[in-house]
């Protein structure tokens, strides 16, 4: 817990040292081009994760042109099997995982003097924290719960934009699992996270 925490520290933290810059040590490229919202949906890999596969939304949308920081807001989707003990059916329940986060632009070719689209590369770096949400049963048979849990990571983005509109990108992030490191310690966990990406 004291780990989550200090992510979620952490988090907070790369928010406010990214606030704090002045537009002079930006790149002329953040300054000049206008940063677009970007909406991104893909999947989420999880070494860990049961299954290791879950579906992932995220929506960052620019908070400072000069600097080039955005918000974000992300959604992780991932079905749990369970069987039912009175009829011994077999289905899905969802848990999701609901964070918000800051990033910053460390890299963008886009061309403000272009006139007509040329595509580009964007790299991000940021974090995120929030709530993840469960549904679980302690015993075969019993009554389900919900349980809410502490989420966070760090996160290095990389976007191609292909089209005016579009782009692929990939995320990488450094999330904290508890009880999967040497001998049943904490430890940070890479999750892939490919999809496509909207460029409003």
Known sequence: MKTIASICLLTVLLALSALGQTPTVASPQLV???????????????????????????????????????????????????????TGKTGYVLAASVRVGQHKILLNTVDPAATTFKPSFALLLGGDAGAAVSSSSPTPGAPSSISVGLSGSFTLSAFYRFRQHWAAGVAVRALYISGVGPAGSSAINPVIEPGLVYCK
Do not use: H, R
């Not at 999947?43 to 049961?50: D, E, R, T």
């Not at 299954?51 to 000069?66: D, T």
């Not at 807001?73 to 099997?81: F, H, K, R």
């Open 32 to 86: 000049a081009a206008t940063l677009p919202s970007y909406i991104f949906g893909g999947v989420s890999y999880n070494q860990f994760g049961s299954p290791v596969f879950a579906g992932v939304f995220s929506a960052l949308e620019p908070e400072s042109q000069s600097i080039g920081l955005l918000a974000s807001e992300s959604i992780d989707i991932q079905p749990v099997s369970y069987t039912d003990p009175k």
